[in-house]
């Protein structure tokens, strides 16, 4: 059981590793987009 844990825990890590780093790049995808529109929207 103790292994079962440890291996679930592990996937849980590795699956919130992921997880951060797609929200990193879609983070600083939405930061580099908004620049290029933003002054045609404001003009």
């Known amino acids: 059981m103790?292994?079962?844990k440890k291996q679930t825990k592990q996937?849980?890590?590795n699956k919130i590793a992921e997880l951060?780093?797609?929200l990193n790049k879609l983070a600083t995808q939405?930061?580099?987009k908004p620049t290029?529109?933003?002054p045609?929207?404001?003009k």
């Open 11 to 13: 996937d849980l890590e």
């Open 36 to 38: 290029a529109p933003k």
């Open 2 to 4: 103790s292994a079962a």
């Open 30 to 32: 939405l930061e580099a």
């Open 40 to 42: 045609a929207e404001t």
């Open 20 to 22: 951060e780093a797609k």
